[in-house]
């Protein structure tokens, strides 16, 4: 469907969800999403079905990240197909719930957008995390987003990766998009932090609202980090961190990293360098959740992509 500006025609937008409460404490997400579900005035667009929901509702009421297992793990094939029995995991039920909901993941039923509304501990700003590098709509809304909030920077981490890949909560909907905000601790509100995630969801709804009226998007480039490895703490023989991260390097997310720079300060005060063959740009550096999955940050390379042209096809 290829016309010869190369712009796609793509179905219009129909369902789009916001989700908050993936992570119980993560305070901007759960605060907005409650906030527009006692009023949505904000968040309509006209023709649109937008539906603001608490994900995690347990986690939430305990202000934890999750209660059994983090949810935004937990939507693998497997999770979502086996049978529901008593003692499964809270959020293995839930996730199956969410799917039932707003999915299934990967059918035509599925809702068109997902958004889902995270915070970090780490100086991320407003960062959107992608999964699909060929999202021409994502990538799109991104420019869009890129565009609307400049001069201030909107990163884009893309998750995309044969290997660290994981299953999200948003990953039941066509086109997913996460809102990562810090720096905010966990349990927190920081009215700069929930005001940059309301901006970006505000840019994110304009861009649907424009492309199901018609709009045409030239095709375009987007800059984006991808994702390509994790790096631990260093620990001991039982698994005791023994550095923190170097305060050369903490809060410096989407910043070159060099061969040769500073990355942990050891306790016992040595410096520990990064010793890697190229530059690479780190992001969620000392995130508060990540100490139980063994992550001290994650290492991004810059990219750039291009998207399409895009149209909404009338039907
Ligand atoms: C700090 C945090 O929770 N980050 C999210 C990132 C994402 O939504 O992809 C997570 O690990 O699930
Ligand atoms: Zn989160």
Not at 123 to 137: A, P, R, V
Not at 202 to 224: Q, R, S, Y
Request: net charge negative.
């Amino acid at each position: 469907m290829t016309s010869c500006h190369s712009v796609v025609n793509l179905p219009e937008v129909r369902k789009v969800a916001i989700f908050g409460g993936t992570h119980g404490n993560e305070m901007s997400g759960v605060t907005l999403v409650n906030l527009w579900i006692n009023n949505g005035a904000e968040i309509q667009r006209s023709g649109l079905t937008i539906e603001p929901f608490i994900t995690n509702p347990r986690a939430v009421e305990k202000c934890t990240r999750y209660v059994d297992t983090d949810l935004n793990r937990a939507f693998t094939q497997d999770n979502l197909s086996v049978p529901r029995t008593q003692d499964l995991p809270y959020e293995v039920k839930r996730a199956q719930e969410i799917n039932q909901m707003f999915g299934p993941k990967g059918s035509p039923d599925a809702y068109d957008v997902i958004f889902d509304l995270h915070n970090t501990t780490s100086n991320m700003g407003c960062t959107i995390i992608l999964e699909n590098s060929k999202d021409h709509f994502n990538l799109q809304m991104v420019n869009f987003i890129k565009s609307a909030v400049a001069p201030a920077s909107c990163p884009v981490l893309l998750t995309e990766h044969p290997l660290l890949q994981y299953s999200t909560t948003r990953s039941v909907g066509k086109h997913p998009v996460g809102v990562e905000v810090g720096p905010q601790p966990q349990g927190v509100l920081r009215s700069n932090i929930f005001e940059s995630m309301r901006a970006t969801v505000k840019h994110a709804l304009d861009f649907i609202e424009l492309f199901n009226g018609g709009m045409e998007f030239p095709p375009c480039t987007v800059d984006v980090y991808r994702v390509s490895e994790r790096m631990d703490y260093p620990r001991d023989k039982n698994g005791n961190i023994t550095a923190m991260v170097h305060p050369n390097l903490q809060d410096c997310d989407w910043e070159p990293l060099n061969p040769g720079d500073p990355m942990f300060q050891a306790f016992d005060g040595r410096t520990i360098k990064y010793e890697g063959d190229s530059t690479v740009f780190p992001a969620f550096i000392n995130e508060a959740a990540y100490y139980e999955k063994h992550q001290a940050f994650t290492m991004t390379r810059r990219e750039t992509l291009t998207a399409n042209g895009i149209k909404a096809s009338k039907m």
